[in-house]
C-alpha cells in the first residue's frame, strides 16, 4: 500500500474509488494487495464475462503476443475479419466496425446513421433520439447522447443533435419525428441508469415507428451484450432485428475493444475513407474477441448461464426485508432497489469479502461472472443475507 500512497496524486481525480487495491485475479476471485480474497460479482464492471485471466483466452493472446501486436488497418487483419464473423454467425447482421471502447462504438453508430440518411439526400434527417436515464459514454458525443444531467454538469455546451425522450413511456413514440430523425439509440436494461429493462411492448412499438419513418434501430449492448443476460444478444429475447448493434465491455475478456455492427443497408454508408481507428481491431484484441465470442457461443455455454442466473435472481426476490424494495434484471445483470442510499451495504458486503457495485443512489448492482459456480452464488446469497439482517429494518 505504501507505494501506491506516494504515486496517487500523479493520477487525475476521475474516479470515486472504493479503498482497495486489486493484484491478483483468478475465475470469480480477485486478491488485494494484502492478501485478503474476494468474491468479485463486479467482473470488472461486466467486462470479464468469462472469469478473471480466463484459460483458452489467455493462452490465444499469449500466442498472439509472440507474432505480431500492431499493424494498422492500411492492411488485411484475419484476426479481425475472423472476429467479425464471429459476431455476426447465426445473426441477421451483416458487417462490424471495430473500435476500442463503448463510447466508441456509439460514435461509430451515429455516424453511420447520419451518413445514411445523407447519402439519401435528407440532410435535414440527422438527430439522434435517447431516452431518461440512458448512458452511451464519456466522449462529447456520447455525453450528449447519455441523458443524465449528472454526466452533463459543468461541460457546456452540449453538442447538438441529439433528444431525449422519456423511457418506457408510450409518448415518446409519438413525439419522435420522421423527417428529423435518423436513428433512435437505446439500452434494453439500462445498466449505469440503475438496472431498468425496457417494456416488451414498448420497445416493440418503438421498433415497428422506426421501420415505418426509416430510422436506425439502433441498440447499446455494451453492458448487455457478450452474453452477460444469458443469450449473446439481449436483443434476441426481445425478438428485435436492430440494424445497429455496439458492442464492448465483455466482447474481449477484459482486453480493449469495441464494436458496431449493421447490417448490410446502413453498413454500406461506410465507404473507404469514412471511418477510423489506429488501434481498432488490431491483431491483439481481435484475438482475444474472437476466442470469447467462440466459448461464449459454445453449445450450452449460454443455456447454462440462462438457468443458473435465473435460478439466483429468483432466490434473491424471495428475501423479505423491509430495506429492498425491488429486485430485477436479466441474466447476470441484476440490480436490488433498496428504499435509501446503497453505499454502506457495498462497504459492508466488501467487508465480508464480496464485491458488488452501485447503480445510482438506490440500487446495488449485481454482475457476477457467467462462469460463477452454483458454489459461489450461495456463497454470496449467505453473505448478503447476513448483511440484510444484519443492518435490521432500517
Ligand atoms: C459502459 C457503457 C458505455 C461506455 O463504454 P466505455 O467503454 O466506457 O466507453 C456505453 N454504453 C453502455 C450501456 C455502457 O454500459
Given at each position: 500500500?505504501?507505494i501506491?500512497?506516494?504515486?496517487?496524486?500523479?493520477v487525475?481525480?476521475?474516479?470515486?474509488r472504493?479503498?482497495?487495491s486489486?493484484?491478483?485475479?483468478?475465475?470469480?476471485?480477485?486478491?488485494?494487495?494484502?492478501g485478503?480474497?474476494?468474491?468479485?460479482?463486479?467482473?470488472?464492471?461486466?467486462?470479464?464475462n468469462?472469469?478473471?485471466v480466463?484459460?483458452?483466452?489467455?493462452?490465444?493472446?499469449?500466442?498472439?503476443?509472440?507474432?505480431?501486436?500492431h499493424?494498422?488497418n492500411?492492411?488485411?487483419?484475419?484476426?479481425q475479419?475472423?472476429?467479425?464473423a464471429?459476431?455476426?454467425?447465426g445473426?441477421?447482421?451483416?458487417?462490424?466496425?471495430?473500435?476500442n471502447?463503448?463510447?466508441?462504438?456509439?460514435?461509430?453508430a451515429?455516424?453511420?446513421?447520419?451518413?445514411y440518411?445523407?447519402d439519401?439526400?435528407?440532410?435535414?434527417?440527422?438527430?439522434?433520439?435517447?431516452?431518461?436515464?440512458?448512458?452511451?459514454?464519456?466522449?462529447?458525443?456520447?455525453?450528449?447522447a447519455?441523458?443524465?444531467e449528472?454526466?452533463?454538469?459543468g461541460?457546456?455546451?452540449?453538442?447538438?443533435?441529439?433528444q431525449?425522450?422519456?423511457?418506457?413511456?408510450?409518448?415518446?413514440?409519438?413525439?419522435?419525428?420522421?423527417?428529423?430523425?435518423?436513428?433512435?439509440l437505446?439500452?434494453?436494461?439500462?445498466?449505469e441508469?440503475?438496472?431498468?429493462p425496457?417494456?416488451?411492448?414498448?420497445?416493440?412499438?418503438?421498433?415497428?415507428?422506426?421501420?415505418?419513418?426509416?430510422?436506425?434501430?439502433?441498440?447499446?449492448?455494451?453492458q448487455?451484450?457478450?452474453?452477460?443476460?444469458?443469450?449473446?444478444?439481449l436483443?434476441?429475447?426481445?425478438?428485435?432485428?436492430?440494424?445497429?448493434?455496439?458492442?464492448?465491455?465483455?466482447?474481449?475478456s477484459?482486453?480493449?475493444?469495441?464494436?458496431?455492427?449493421?447490417?448490410?443497408?446502413?453498413?454500406?454508408?461506410?465507404?473507404?475513407?469514412?471511418?477510423g481507428?489506429?488501434?481498432?481491431?488490431?491483431?491483439?484484441?481481435?484475438?482475444?474477441?474472437?476466442?470469447?465470442?467462440?466459448?461464449?457461443?459454445?453449445?450450452f455455454?449460454?443455456?447454462?448461464?440462462?438457468e443458473?442466473?435465473?435460478?439466483?435472481?429468483s432466490?434473491?426476490?424471495?428475501?423479505?426485508?423491509?430495506?429492498?424494495?425491488?429486485?430485477?434484471?436479466?441474466?447476470?445483470?441484476?440490480?436490488?432497489e433498496?428504499?435509501?442510499?446503497v453505499?454502506?451495504?457495498?462497504?459492508?458486503?466488501?467487508?465480508r469479502?464480496?464485491?458488488v457495485?452501485?447503480?445510482?443512489?438506490?440500487?446495488v448492482?449485481?454482475?457476477?461472472?457467467?462462469?460463477?459456480?452454483?458454489?459461489?452464488?450461495?456463497k454470496f446469497?449467505?453473505?448478503?443475507?447476513e448483511?440484510?439482517?444484519?443492518?435490521?429494518?432500517?
Amino acid at each position: 500500500m505504501s507505494i501506491l500512497k506516494t504515486t496517487e496524486n500523479a493520477v487525475m481525480q476521475t474516479y470515486g474509488r472504493f479503498p482497495l487495491s486489486i493484484k491478483q485475479g483468478a475465475g470469480s476471485y480477485v486478491w488485494d494487495h494484502e492478501g485478503n480474497t474476494y468474491l468479485d460479482f463486479t467482473s470488472g464492471i461486466a467486462t470479464c464475462n468469462l472469469g478473471h485471466v480466463p484459460t483458452g483466452i489467455k493462452e490465444a493472446v499469449q500466442a498472439q503476443m509472440e507474432v505480431l501486436w500492431h499493424c494498422s488497418n492500411l492492411y488485411h487483419i484475419p484476426q479481425q475479419e475472423a472476429a467479425a464473423a464471429a459476431l455476426t454467425e447465426g445473426t441477421h447482421l451483416d458487417q462490424v466496425f471495430f473500435c476500442n471502447s463503448g463510447a466508441e462504438a456509439n460514435e461509430a453508430a451515429w455516424k453511420l446513421a447520419r451518413k445514411y440518411t445523407h447519402d439519401k439526400g435528407l440532410k435535414d434527417k440527422n438527430v439522434i433520439v435517447t431516452f431518461s436515464q440512458s448512458f452511451h459514454g464519456r466522449t462529447g458525443g456520447a455525453m450528449a447522447a447519455t441523458a443524465q444531467e449528472k454526466i452533463h454538469k459543468g461541460f457546456a455546451p452540449l453538442m447538438p443533435g441529439f433528444q431525449h425522450l422519456p423511457f418506457n413511456d408510450p409518448k415518446s413514440i409519438y413525439e419522435i419525428d420522421g423527417d428529423k430523425t435518423a436513428a433512435v439509440l437505446l439500452e434494453l436494461v439500462q445498466g449505469e441508469g440503475g438496472v431498468r429493462p425496457a417494456e416488451y411492448e414498448w420497445v416493440q412499438e418503438l421498433s415497428e415507428v422506426c421501420r415505418q419513418k426509416d430510422i436506425l434501430f439502433m441498440i447499446d449492448e455494451i453492458q448487455t451484450g457478450a452474453g452477460r443476460t444469458g443469450t449473446f444478444y439481449l436483443y434476441e429475447q426481445y425478438n428485435l432485428k436492430p440494424d445497429v448493434v455496439t458492442l464492448a465491455k465483455g466482447i474481449g475478456s477484459g482486453f480493449p475493444a469495441g464494436a458496431m455492427l449493421a447490417v448490410n443497408k446502413a453498413a454500406a454508408a461506410f465507404t473507404a475513407g469514412t471511418h477510423g481507428s489506429t488501434f481498432g481491431g488490431n491483431p491483439l484484441a481481435m484475438t482475444a474477441v474472437k476466442a470469447t465470442v467462440e466459448t461464449l457461443k459454445k453449445p450450452f455455454f449460454l443455456s447454462e448461464v440462462k438457468e443458473k442466473s435465473e435460478r439466483f435472481l429468483s432466490q434473491l426476490q424471495k428475501i423479505e426485508s423491509s430495506q429492498v424494495k425491488e429486485v430485477r434484471g436479466k441474466g447476470c445483470l441484476i440490480g436490488i432497489e433498496f428504499n435509501g442510499p446503497v453505499k454502506e451495504i457495498i462497504e459492508q458486503l466488501r467487508n465480508r469479502g464480496v464485491l458488488v457495485l452501485p447503480a445510482g443512489e438506490n440500487v446495488v448492482r449485481i454482475l457476477p461472472p457467467l462462469t460463477a459456480t452454483n458454489m459461489e452464488y450461495e456463497k454470496f446469497l449467505s453473505e448478503f443475507k447476513e448483511v440484510i439482517s444484519e443492518r435490521g429494518a432500517v
